[in-house]
T-cell receptor, first 113, second 117 residues
Framework: AQSVTQLGSHVSVSEGALVLLRCNYS??????LFWYVQYPNQGLQLLLK??????LVKGINGFEAEFKKSETSFHLTKPSAHMSDAAEYFCAAIHTGRRALTFGSGTRLQVQP | GAVVSQHPSRVICKSGTSVKIECRSL??????MFWYRQFPKQSLMLMAT?????????EQGVEKDKFLINHASLTLSTLTVTSAHPEDSSFYIC?????????????FGEGSWLTVV
């Protein structure tokens, strides 16, 4: 089955520390991959996406993600966490033959002062 | 940038009544829009794919007669929850695919909180 898995429902880092949020997909054909952020009681904002081309994708707010086909992964990173990064992060994919996004279960990022 | 607008952002309705939620793409055309439901502290579950000028495609387990979707124009899709019950209370989010974008860019609305009392 085509799915998206996010390891770790909660991640806590200190302000200024590296942020690493994990995402793996399961499909024989690599899907289009996305990371979205959701602040409380709000919709989703696109951080970045991978469709084709360069496997290291840079997004907004200093985030980036690297597509690794051999590991079926698309982990999200940010070198230095800021308090304003605290939110829910969703990894999502558009699998071959589908038009809609399939979402992972989400990871809540907490940033400690 | 592209913006998707949802209205209302919050609505309270009585059990047994119907409520309509609108999803508009403000500065782009969207032949395809999607409706999701999100329970507190959970992920987004796709309810249906809304197709401009044709019938919506519903996901398995979603009652099409209860969740009516209309996509009358390239910028507007509506979700009507009919005969609402308290268990329909949830956060509903729409999204829209930018027409003709090979990068599959999809933008989300701000969501609508529905409370059925």
């Amino acid at each position: 089955a085509q799915s998206v898995t996010q390891l770790g429902s909660h991640v806590s880092v200190s302000e200024g520390a590296l942020v690493l949020l994990r995402c793996n997909y399961s499909s024989s054909v690599p899907p289009y991959l996305f990371w979205y952020v959701q602040y409380p009681n709000q919709g989703l904002q696109l951080l970045l996406k991978y469709t084709t081309g360069a496997t290291l994708v840079k997004g907004i707010n200093g985030f980036e993600a690297e597509f690794k086909k051999s590991e079926t992964s698309f982990h999200l990173t940010k070198p230095s966490a800021h308090m304003s990064d605290a939110a829910e992060y969703f990894c999502a994919a558009i699998h071959t033959g589908r038009r809609a996004l399939t979402f992972g279960s989400g990871t809540r990022l907490q940033v400690q002062p | 940038g592209a913006v998707v607008s949802q209205h209302p952002s919050r609505v309270i309705c009585k059990s047994g009544t119907s409520v309509k939620i609108e999803c508009r793409s403000l500065d782009f055309q969207a032949t395809t829009m999607f409706w999701y439901r999100q329970f507190p502290k959970q992920s987004l579950m796709l309810m249906a794919t809304s197709n401009e000028g044709s019938k919506a495609t519903y996901e398995q387990g979603v009652e099409k007669d209860k969740f009516l979707i209309n996509h009358a124009s390239l910028t507007l899709s509506t979700l009507t929850v009919t005969s609402a019950h308290p268990e329909d209370s949830s956060f509903y989010i729409c999204s829209a695919r930018v027409q003709g974008d090979p990068g599959n860019t999809i933008y989300f609305g701000e969501g609508s909180w529905l409370t059925v009392v």
